[in-house]
């Protein structure tokens, strides 16, 4: 069970948009930046998306990120066959102790 | 260029202990905190522990306090992950990350993982 809830999938026809959610508590979202992270199969997790709504170098304008009170929202626009991957939020949590990082449990986006 | 490259994971018995070694290159160690993440076969990712950029904070995830101890030699770029009374349910593969910014802030870069399976 995932500190941070996020759907198990998605799926949008090719050149179509898709918005993946992130829901949180006031003890993580509601207290700290959040980022997004694409996972293709069988490699490491890559950085989209830091403090909430930056994006990295390299990483096109079509993947965007947003928050909103203990939620928040990956966007992906113009989607191509080279977006299916899993796709992770992350944040830290400053209600277990000295705080702890905590991470959705993904959700597998298919272009259909 | 960044790279993270790991190493230590094999095949180990339930109670048994491994340490798990990352050797980072491409930018000013000491500078960036770490963290270690695992993914067990199938499942998502859990964020394992982190260290300050100079090894005087440590952070655990609930599931291995007391059991996982996080270290740094800022001297040799190497970060370190101690595991003992090692589980079943720690079988995954432990990835290297280092941090953006900040400890509570986003990872910028990941290694390739290593694979720690933890069976009789």
């Known amino acids: 069970q995932s500190v941070l809830t996020q759907p198990p999938s998605v799926s949008a026809a090719p050149g179509q948009k898709v918005t993946i959610s992130c829901s949180g508590s006031s003890s993580n979202i509601g207290n700290n930046y959040v980022s997004w992270y694409q996972q293709l199969p069988g490699t490491a997790p890559k950085l989209l998306i830091y403090?909430?709504?930056k994006r990295p170098s390299g990483i096109p304008d079509r993947f965007s990120g947003s928050t909103s009170g203990t939620s928040a929202t990956l966007g992906i626009t113009g989607l191509q066959t080279g977006d299916e991957a899993d796709y992770y939020c992350?944040?830290?949590?400053?209600?277990?102790?000295?705080?702890?990082?905590?991470f959705g449990g993904g959700t597998k986006l298919t272009v259909l | 260029e960044v790279q993270l490259l790991e190493s230590g994971g094999g095949l180990v018995q339930p109670g048994g202990s491994l340490r798990l070694s990352c050797a980072a290159s491409?930018?000013?160690?000491?500078?960036?905190?770490m963290s270690w993440v695992r993914q067990a076969p199938g499942k998502g990712l859990e964020w394992v522990s982190g260290i300050s950029g100079s090894g005087g904070s440590t952070y655990y995830a609930d599931s291995v306090k007391g059991r996982f101890t996080i270290s740094r030699d800022n001297s040799k770029n190497t970060l370190n992950l101690q595991m003992n009374s090692l589980r079943a349910e720690d079988t995954a593969v432990y990835f290297c990350?280092?941090?953006?910014?900040?400890?509570?802030?986003?990872?910028?870069?990941w290694g390739q993982g290593t694979l720690v399976t933890v069976s009789s």
């Open positions: 990350a280092k941090a953006k910014d900040y400890i509570w802030g986003a990872i910028d870069y």
């Open positions: 491409g930018f000013t160690f000491n500078n960036y905190a």
């Open positions: 992350g944040t830290w949590d400053v209600s277990l102790s000295a705080g702890q990082g905590v």
């Open positions: 403090d909430n709504n």
